[in-house]
């Protein structure tokens, strides 16, 4: 892959070149020249867009794409078209499919599905046999097949032995272990946050005593037993204060929050509408504050979209029986813009990835090159034709959002929104 760049703003603070406008000369996908007005003697391809601005290449902690068993949802070729598409370079993928993802010939299945892409799919493997909570899976296994972590998609592990066993057989291999927090006799069958809006609706709530409960249980059981604990989509501020004061002890405990935690609160279920129905719920406004304030301070390791697809038939229906989940590869970028300055962005974009295994490679002469390409001032409404899911269940649809993505170049691939 030879490319000519020209006049990218780069925004990266690993390179020297950060928040400067370059040229940027790609020859066999490694950067072998960066500067001012460069020329094109070997006329190599050369990429001119509007206010071009490159990053590191984003990082997405958590995905889902159906396949196998739910294509009808997503496929793992199509929702990788959609990341490129989106800006993510690398995704990590759940195991919530059918079958469950938890062998080493499952995570074999998906790396062959997934190879020769721009995007990087990193497989996480199931951390029970079909994430049932019972037994644990061939972790090593999986393990040594390439899953990056071990973790039942938004399926709590109610046994505390369970967990204890997983964090003590994992640290053998530094294998990472991923817990949903919510304690199931706590959360009952509630549908959204418990709080007044649960009650004004005559809607089930659950309450963030079910989230905060579950994760001081699995903090202590970390304590206890050493290895590495991650902890997705957390939604109170109390869980945020409990994270905190487990870093401050040392402990080996990152933990995320989906983007939609971060934009929306409980009030906007007034309509009932489907696409806001997600797990964790959506919060009170002093939960998305102390949230954002926990980004700020490094507390929340990563930020992720938690794209989820579902179809039409598992959302267009009453409230208390939809599914939980939305899209959001697709918004990502453009919501996080509408909170945070481009700069926070786009490191809430790149970070997370050592995390799962990945090296972050910055945009320097001798370097790989694994970038994003993009608009940052662009502002438009998202609807349906901005998605490229098979999908459409999406939280941000008719918000305006801000920035547009005009693709990545990664893996020695070239990969542009027409």
């Not at 950060?18 to 940027?24: E, F, G, K, R, S």
């Not at 995007?119 to 990056?148: C, H, Q, W, Y």
Request: proline share 3%.
């Amino acid at each position: 892959m030879n490319i000519l760049i020209k006049s990218a703003t780069i925004i990266d603070s690993k390179s020297e070149f950060h928040n400067t406008t370059q040229d940027i000369l790609i020859e066999k996908g490694v950067i072998s020249k960066i500067g001012n007005h460069l020329k094109n003697p070997k006329n190599y391809q050369e990429i001119t867009l509007d206010n071009l601005h490159i990053s590191q290449g984003w990082f997405d902690s958590s995905v889902c794409f159906g396949e196998p068993g739910f294509e009808e949802r997503e496929t793992i070729t199509n929702g990788l078209k959609t990341a490129a598409a989106s800006g993510f370079t690398a995704v990590a993928m759940h195991a919530n499919t059918n079958p469950v993802i938890d062998s080493n010939s499952d995570i074999t299945f998906v790396n062959s599905k997934s190879a020769n892409n721009a995007v990087t799919l990193l497989p996480i493997g199931a951390l029970t046999v079909n994430s049932k909570g019972e037994d644990l899976a061939e972790l090593f296994d999986m393990k040594s097949a390439g899953s990056v972590a071990f973790y039942d998609y938004k399926k709590s592990i109610s046994n505390p032995n369970l967990m204890k066993i997983a964090l003590q057989y994992a640290s053998n291999f530094d294998g990472l272990v991923c817990s949903f927090p919510q304690e199931n006799k706590i959360s009952g069958h509630g549908v959204m946050n418990e709080n007044i809006t649960s009650t004004t609706l005559g809607l089930k709530g659950n309450p963030a005593l079910a989230e905060e409960l579950q994760i001081a249980r699995d903090l202590f059981l970390l304590e206890y037993t050493g290895g590495k604990l991650h902890i997705p989509t957390i939604s109170t501020a109390k869980s945020v204060d409990l994270i905190r004061a487990a870093k401050k002890k040392k402990l080996d405990v990152s933990c995320s929050v989906a983007i939609h935690n971060l934009y929306f609160t409980d009030d906007t279920l007034n309509d009932f509408n489907t696409h806001f129905k997600v797990l964790p719920p959506l919060r009170t406004q002093h939960d998305v504050e102390a949230l954002i304030e926990g980004i700020k301070d490094g507390t929340i390791d990563m930020v992720t979209s938690d794209h989820n697809p579902i179809d039409i038939e598992q959302k267009k229906i009453e409230f208390d029986h939809a599914d939980y989940g939305t899209i959001g590869l697709e918004s990502a970028f453009g919501a996080l813009q509408n909170i945070f300055t481009t700069k926070k962005t786009i490191e809430i974009l790149t970070k997370g990835k050592s995390r799962f295994g990945l090296e972050n490679t910055s945009i320097n002469i001798g370097n790989t090159l694994d970038i994003t390409l993009f608009n940052p001032d662009s502002k438009y409404t998202f609807t349906k034709k901005d998605i490229i899911s098979k999908s459409k269940n999406a939280i941000f649809e008719n918000e305006t959002l801000k920035g547009k993505v005009y693709g990545i170049i990664s893996n020695n691939k070239v990969s542009l929104n027409s």
